[in-house]
């Protein structure tokens, strides 16, 4: 099956820094979402994301997946922004519906 | 309450019990999932399922049972429960498959079981 890899595995950061997640994948995919998981274990969808480039807020992705990596950047972080931030691809062969997850990035955000 | 919730949020069972995990979504999403999470292994797929009586094996299938008989309820069963089960469960749902048209995936708050 397809392959995810997350780095780096662990980032600290003062506030206020800005910070870029990278997601390599093995294979093709139709679908690639990133994930951010709160210190209580909550799973929130940050970005729906299989190519291209997307803001929302201080947060961005870009996803080129000619190149089979997607890259998430956070910009003025907050220690609100810490936690696990996760990948997910789905490749066609699986009609995209079934998302394999890297082993995430842990931030930590210090005051 | 809209969303997707999952019950019990927190059980403590011994080993070889038979262990019901609950998952109920209310936006009539065709798809649903099972994640398990354990340290050093991210999520991985348990089960899924593309509507109503249609289930399928994920990555780590073995020792769980799914069903689907209605397109709100995804309910997991471990049928005889081992010490290597101990994990957090994440149900999930989305509304479309991955081919056209938006498969954002929206997770439950999870289960956390511990098996003795």
């Known amino acids: 099956g397809i392959q995810v890899e997350q780095s780096p595995p662990d980032l600290i950061l003062q506030e206020g820094a800005n910070s870029t997640l990278r997601c390599n994948f093995s294979d093709s995919v139709n679908n690639l979402q990133w994930f951010h998981q709160n210190p209580w274990g909550q799973l929130i969808n940050l970005f729906y994301i299989p190519s291209g480039t997307k803001q929302n807020g201080r947060l961005s992705a870009t996803t080129v997946a000619t190149e089979r990596y997607s890259l998430l950047y956070i910009s003025s972080s907050q220690t609100t922004d810490s936690g696990v931030y996760f990948c997910a691809v789905g490749s066609p062969e699986t009609s995209g519906s079934r998302l394999t997850f890297g082993e995430g990035t842990q931030l930590t955000v210090n005051p | 309450d809209a969303g997707i919730t999952q019950s019990p949020r927190y059980k403590i069972t011994e080993t070889g019990r038979q262990v019901t995990l609950m998952c109920h979504q209310t936006?009539?999403?065709?798809?649903m999932f099972w994640y398990r999470q354990d340290l050093g292994h991210g999520l991985r797929l348990i089960y899924y399922?593309?509507?109503?009586?249609?289930?399928d094996k994920g990555e780590v299938p073995d020792g769980y049972v799914v069903s689907r008989s209605k397109t709100e309820n995804f309910p997991l069963t471990l049928e005889s429960a081992t010490r290597s089960q101990t994990s957090v469960y994440f149900c999930a749902s989305s509304e479309t498959s991955g081919i056209s048209g938006a498969n954002v995936l929206t997770f439950g708050a999870g289960s956390r079981l511990t098996v003795l």
């Open positions: 936006w009539s999403h065709s798809y």
């Open positions: 399922s593309a509507a109503a009586d249609i289930t």
